[in-house]
């Protein structure tokens, strides 16, 4: 039911639609029992209406089954596209703390695991459909035969379903937290994609990886499910059992007790073994199907956790303030767990004042709060204390957005995209082939129709394709999270001594997290952080122009 209820909402009139289809080709299925039945018992030859009645439910059954299965095709796959859609835009409207908390992994095994699960499993609706109408017109056949033999019928399918459910509550319990452990798997496939190296030059923690982690996991999730279909395969061979015990019932017990003409107990033997078939066929779905409701319950629970948290809806208005003056930092706080810690991390509370056109570095050693920093100054995080102001407007929820459209930013784990998205096809190829012959890369990356022809460089040149992004956005903030530290000598001097002043000569702010210290006479103001707290904040007397290059 959960299920079913679950694509109505999509689509009512397809739902309907493909289960009257359905419905129509199982009764034509169990109509022709009865022409068979019929047909069988037959002394003379075929009448007419046995003959054309035989004919017309061969064709119709069929064309009844195609129609049902090609509307469920259809509602399948529109559910899989509007599902993904909605669950990507609900991941980039939480905030990102919050997915920061919740973890890719979680994320990607509902975009890749959970949709795909109940999408796929709207395919065999049509097939329980027709074999549920299948076994309720096999039924009423049956009624039509002996009543008193129905109900004892009737008798041992409510014992068998009984028997049924009690097992099946137990193995949804197994199912979910086989769930789970396919969240925990992911992550380790992450772990084991993207460490690869790490694991490559440390045996023992290679071994440690595969024996505590990964192993564990993959013989947990093995285990669940092998125990959950193990559950459902029994209580099916337990529906099944009783068929066969009804039909002794009937061919060896009850002839004894009262008189059944041969007729009946043929037409019941008949109708009991074409029972069989769609039994199990439905038996075998209810895993399936156990499987989707437990993906249903995931993903509408990360919906609503996501939900939960607040949305960052996008505003129209202006995208970004070309001339500002002021940006402030008025008592801003900012809080979350450190792995391996028992206290918070507490940031702030921070009092800073930028003004348009400054290079300012930020400084200190890891863990001292740079990059919660650089999430603040951005948008990406939310104050939980204090506020953020421009020109002194405070940026609230309502100002975030387009707030944040004032900054082209590269951070330490920043992503490179294939394409040149968010980008008018107005000589942008042109400009970002300029762009490349400035950061040396032309000679391995061309651009086409807004294509980069490669990302497969070293994590340096990587980062200067992503400055190509940045340039090209043209922002009037820059904010570079440690980009030099995978660049080349040669190519540092560059970045401090020629890019920095260039982008100050266009108007351009630019906040430089920074270690690089015989660079610092670049800044003109650097700020420097300690356990969440700014300790120094110095306007530096040794900071000169440097003449900027020609772009």
Partial sequence: MKLLKFFLEHSRKLVLLS???????????AALLAVINSLLKRNGPVLPILLWSFIGLCVLLPLSRFTSELLLNRLGQDALFKMRVKLSRQILAAPLFHLENLGAHRLLAALTDDVPVITGTILVVPLLCINAATVIGCLIYMGFMSWSLLLIVLGFMAVGIAGYQLPIFKAQKIFMAARKDGDSLLKHFRALTQ???????NNQRRKAFFSDLLEVTAASFRRNNLVGLGIYTGAASWGQALVFVVIGLILIVLPSVQHLDSKTLSGYTIALFYLVTPLQVIMN??????????????????????ASHGTEEVFSGQTHADQWHTLEFDAVTHTYHREGESEDFVFGPINLTFKAGEIVFITGANGSGKTTFAKLLTGLYAPEGGEVRLDRIPIGERERENYRQNFSAIFSDFFLFEQLLGFGPEEIDGAARKYLDLLKLSHKVQVQDRQLST????????KRLALLTAYLEDRPIYLFDEWAADQDPSFKNVFYLELLPELKARGKTVFVISHDERFYHVAERIIKLEEGQVVSDSRNSASKTVPAIAI
């Avoid at 460490?195 to 030059?201: A, D, F, H, P, R």
């Avoid at 990302?455 to 990587?462: D, T």
């Fill in 195 to 201: 460490g690869t190296k790490e694991l490559k030059i």
């Fill in 455 to 462: 990302i497969e460089l070293s994590q340096g040149q990587r």
């Fill in 19 to 29: 289960l009257t289809a359905g419905i129509i080709s199982g009764a034509c299925n």
């Fill in 285 to 306: 779905m209810l895993p399936g199907m156990a499987r989707a409701s437990v993906a249903i319950n995931n993903v509408r629970q990360l919906g609503f956790n996501l």
